[in-house]
């Protein structure tokens, strides 16, 4: 390992551009924050404007995938330009931070690294000359980050606040002549969705439209989706409702009484003392859920924006590429859904906002599908470096230049592992090209196949149906040749999985 690792650093010190031409970047993620909860991307029930501005000043792409869309594969996806399978993190496995990623590359080859905000892989960060992260989930109050030498608690912070700052700092006192690559992980929108007092009460009156499929019904579709515990209706417990607990519970009873999912709940309406059940209570969970999640996304926003008055502070814009995405889509009410995990478009589409004002045409927009595995190599190749032949991903940079290659990728590859694992979703996987979607549930022999174009909201399985012979055989094919292409295997099960599978939250140091 060690000696491949050498030959990995010495491969990468041979950059094909100057290191005066050689750009900043700057990767800004958020968790679990669907795109449809953008302003880019046509939001109904927020506003962006930062990261709009994104949009407007460089490109957003509209297809781009989590190849397993969960928090802890998809960033170890992101750091090595791998698949699950190869990369070791099928689930909530520990990331080996032995392992070749492209900050490891990048400071090689002279690039000042940073990691700050939510890590989420188990080991300490190497490849980073400044990192300082959260604990596992961390805490949206009171925030504790370690780093290479202790730890601090940010007593009365808001975690968005923090790390922005920790941000700017990092370029505020970044070394003069060199470029540098900033990983920005906030930890804002993932579950509980607590935001600060101030974007809280911006958002607590605010009635948030409800999508279309809010009561799906899951008729024609694969045992999988019926068994879910991710509900609007059922499964938002009480801590994610933000009901206060009777004063005298303390400790444990306190914290099951906030585990508990209510079937009814007595609040104030229209200034009435009301008890709420069935479906005007599944309408106020989704109220209270979303009012939440979208508060801490606007704390997110704002955070981008001070980011963005830091380069233009220091005049850094133009030659630095700015990357804002999520770690994977999640549900907004969707199929009566929250969370992530499943392979419909909600879950598995990322948001992904590129501003380059040296390379990018402003107001620039790509439908080329594209993977979190192409993240790393694209920032190597932006940074003149070659792209190591063991990372799986492709370069987006002529994308972003604005000339898409003629033998682009026209479908991807998704796999999820964790069965039944949390919320009881099933492992699956599946193709997903330009017009549909098969689904193979594997465990349970269930297929599903959508229209994308005449069902994007993908409410109407046509696995079985007459008619649809030739393409379900056409897409399993193509299933089939993906797997082999990636070097995907059936017999790897959850019994098989590398690493050790250590509970559903990631923890440091080995704890």
């Known amino acids: 390992m060690r000696t491949l690792l050498l030959a990995f650093c010495l491969f990468a010190l041979l950059p094909s551009a100057s290191a005066a031409d050689r750009p900043n970047i700057i990767f800004i993620m958020s968790d679990d924050h669907a795109a449809h909860a953008i302003g ?3 939001s109904h029930v927020n506003k962006t404007p930062n990261l709009d501005r994104l949009a407007r000043d460089g490109m957003i792409f509209t297809s781009v995938f989590a190849t397993n869309s ?13 698949y699950s399978h190869i990369n070791g993190v099928t689930m909530f496995n520990r990331f080996d931070s032995s392992r070749m990623t492209v900050a490891r590359l990048l400071q090689a080859a002279g690039y000042y690294t940073g990691m700050i905000g939510k890590w989420h892989l188990g080991s300490d960060p190497r490849g980073f000359d400044r990192w300082e992260i959260l604990p596992g989930q961390g805490a949206y109050t009171d925030p504790i980050f370690y780093t290479a030498t202790g730890e601090k608690t940010y007593t009365g912070r808001y975690v968005t606040d923090v790390i922005t700052e920790l941000g700017i700092d990092f370029i505020d006192k970044r070394p003069r002549g060199r470029p540098f690559f900033l990983m920005l992980h906030h930890k804002a929108p993932h579950r509980p969705w607590e935001p600060d007092a101030a974007h809280g009460a911006r958002f607590a009156g605010q009635w948030i439209p409800e999508p279309e499929t809010l009561w ?35 400790g444990a009873a306190r914290a099951d009484w906030l585990a508990e999912k209510p079937e009814s709940v007595t609040t104030m309406v229209e200034g009435k003392r009301v008890t709420l059940t069935g479906e005007a209570l599944t309408r106020w969970k989704y109220q209270r859920y979303m009012q939440d999640y979208l508060a801490t996304v606007q704390s997110v926003d704002d955070g981008v924006g001070r980011v963005l008055e830091a380069l233009d502070r220091h005049g850094l814009a133009k030659n630095t590429i700015v990357v804002y995405t999520s770690d994977q889509g999640f549900f907004l009410g969707d199929h009566g859904l929250f969370d992530k995990r499943f392979m419909y478009e909600e879950s598995l589409r990322m948001p992904f906002l590129v ?13 080329a599908i594209a993977l979190n595995v192409d993240f790393a190599p694209t920032f190597l190749d932006a940074a003149g470096l070659r792209v190591p032949a063991e990372m799986q991903g492709r370069s987006l940079l002529p994308i972003l230049r604005g000339k898409t290659p003629s033998d682009w990728r026209t479908s991807m590859y998704y796999r999820y ?49 007459p008619g649809h012979e030739a393409l379900t055989a056409a897409l399993k094919e193509e299933l089939a040749r993906l797997k082999r292409a990636v070097g995907d295997e059936d017999q790897l099960a959850d019994e098989q999985l590398p690493n050790g599978v250590d509970g559903p939250v990631a923890r440091l140091r080995g704890t």
């Open 355 to 367: 501003r380059w004002p040296a390379a990018i045409k402003a107001g620039s927009r790509s439908d």
């Open 70 to 82: 969960i928090c802890t594969p998809s960033r170890a996806a992101i750091l090595t330009g791998q």
């Open 216 to 250: 799906d019904t899951y008729e024609t579709r694969s045992d999988a989706l019926h068994e879910n515990r991710q509900r609007i209706a059922r499964d938002l417990t009480r801590r994610d409702l933000k009901l206060p607990p009777p004063a005298d519970l303390q």
């Open 417 to 465: 592992y964790h069965d039944p694992g949390d919320h009881d979703t099933r492992a699956h996987y599946g193709v997903r090209t330009r017009t549909h979607k098969l689904i193979y549930f594997w465990k349970k022999d269930q297929w599903e196949l959508f229209d994308l174009v005449n069902d994007p909201s993908e409410m109407h399985n046509l696995y079985g149906q």
């Open 40 to 42: 880019a991307y046509g």
